[in-house]
């Protein structure tokens, strides 16, 4: 193993930062925890990848506060776009001329559902 950050998965929601780190304490120095809020999972650094890879050895697998935990290396984060936002994605606003499915206001679709392809447009 070549890092010294662990990811820490399956966890109770319960959980807190000062409690992991305390479990951590044993294989070596605990440098940071940081626990994910609600998603159930957090990072465990260690001081050195020696004591990471005793850590991983001696918890993966292993029950705490109710839960199987899962501890692995941490891969780095995914890089991201900039600005914060996804490429790409979903479509965009229909203009208000396009019509729609549905039902829609039968007084003035008076074909009922569908397309709105009988819509008078003007």
Partial sequence: ??????????????????????????????RSVNIIEGKGFGFVEMSDSSEAEKAKEALHDTEFVGR???????????????????????????????????GGDRRQNRGGGGSGGSRNRY
């Fill in 1 to 30: 193993m070549q890092g010294r950050k662990l990811y820490v998965g399956n966890l109770s929601y319960s959980v807190t930062n000062e409690q992991l780190a305390e479990l951590f304490a044993a294989y070596g120095q605990v």
């Fill in 68 to 102: 199987t935990m899962k501890v692995d290396e941490a891969r780095p984060p995914k890089s991201r776009p900039q600005g914060g936002r996804p490429q790409g994605g979903g479509g965009g606003r229909r203009g208000f001329q396009q019509g729609g499915g549905g």
